[in-house]
T-cell receptor
């Protein structure tokens, strides 16, 4: 079983739709949770960064962490064609010894159609 | 903001050449920098982690003599691919992190093609 599972999609939605992206994980020690957006031939761009459980909102983006279910989500409201990209979840535990390196999902490819 | 600049963005060179890639944190000091490799339609694969002033820590299976990493200052890390061969062709991405409890911020990557 992989430490982080993420459906690769592709996911195709009409402009204006609410998009829900998810990752599940198996390591209960994970404390830091991130969502990155990656456009083709570019580096990942940090969208959301959450510590432990709870919700976080930033503009059209909302991140949720449910540690009891080992499940994280990213919601995109009023999706735009410019949101078309690959969305990667990443997480790390709180141990200092491993430099808190990130464990990545495979990424979900999203297409928002005008 | 947290801006990471990576240079060059594209390299095409002959087999046997050594290639140096630079990664700079422009508006913050990075105690730790990371180097990744990404294959088409795949997620990021961590190659090595470097802390300023220390030797890099390489992931299992990554040849330290092939991929030389230098982290000489809090704003600059370099990756040198020595005697590159076609199988080294890939997308290389760096990231930088202020502190252990802060997220990584990424450069825009370097597309390396070895002919």
């Amino acid at each position: 079983q992989k430490e982080v599972e993420q459906d690769p999609g592709p996911l195709s939605v009409p402009e204006g739709a609410i998009v829900s992206l998810n990752c599940t994980y198996s390591n209960s020690a994970f404390q830091y949770f991130m969502w990155y957006r990656q456009y083709s031939r570019k580096g990942p761009e940090l969208l959301m960064y959450t510590y432990s459980s709870g919700n976080k909102e930033d503009g059209r983006f909302t991140a949720q962490v449910d540690k009891s279910s080992k499940y994280i989500s990213l919601f995109i409201r009023d999706s735009q064609p410019s949101d078309s990209a690959t969305y990667l979840c990443a997480m790390s535990d709180s141990r200092a010894g491993n430099n808190r390196k990130l464990i990545w999902g495979l990424g979900t490819s999203l297409a928002v159609n005008p | 903001g947290a801006v990471v600049s990576q240079h060059p963005s594209r390299v095409i060179c002959k087999s046997g050449t050594s290639v140096k890639i630079e990664c700079r944190s422009l508006d913050f000091q990075a105690t730790t920098m990371f180097w990744y490799r990404q294959f088409p339609k795949k997620s990021l694969m961590l190659m090595a982690t470097s802390n300023e002033g220390s030797k890099a820590t390489y992931e299992q299976g990554v040849e330290k003599d092939k991929f030389l990493i230098n982290h000489a200052s809090l704003t600059l890390s370099t990756l040198t691919v020595t005697s590159a061969h076609p199988e080294d062709s890939s997308f290389y991405i760096c990231s930088a992190r202020r502190r252990f409890d802060q997220p990584q911020h990424f450069g825009d990557g370097t597309r390396l093609s070895i002919l």
